[in-house]
């Protein structure tokens, strides 16, 4: 016994999305909107008996069309083009005091202040979170 838990998460979600037959346009086998191909997350925690705590997140999104026909150049009014991929780094320190049931934590969002397009819709790039800071007591009872 080591005094501690390491917990590890990795997940990985593979999405095949894709137009068929049937269409008035020349869409067959274009994937669908919003539907990256790649999406891959990785949790870290340390948990300590003293009721310590560190979490760290890293999420991927693989590329992804905002349109049915697969847009890739950028549109001045940004409406269309490719949503390039991104990967975001998040993490957590917590201190629990058991006996009260309050925990005190530190969180952090897009760590690295990665700039990124969220959406193209409903009037051209939308972006994505900054770098968010938080902090916060909870309790459970």
């Not at 992804?64 to 549109?75: M, N, S, Y």
């Not at 957590?92 to 952090?108: H, I, K, M």
């Amino acid at each position: 016994d080591l005094g501690f838990r390491l917990p590890l998460t990795l997940t990985y979600t593979f999405v095949h999305a894709e137009f068929g037959d049937g269409w008035n346009d020349d869409i067959a086998g274009n994937r669908l909107p919003y539907a990256p191909e790649h999406l891959i997350n990785a949790n870290l925690r340390f948990e300590h008996p003293i009721g310590l705590s560190l979490m760290v997140n890293v999420n991927h999104t693989a590329e992804q069309f905002h349109d049915r026909l697969e847009t890739r150049e950028p549109t001045p009014d940004g409406l269309n083009g490719l949503i390039e991929a991104r990967t975001l780094l998040d993490a957590r320190v917590a201190y629990t005091w058991a006996p009260s049931g309050l925990t005190l934590y530190l969180s952090g969002n897009n760590l690295l202040d990665e700039a990124y397009v969220a959406s193209r819709r409903p009037q051209g790039i939308q972006p994505g979170a900054p770098r968010l800071l938080f902090a916060g007591l909870s309790g459970q009872w």
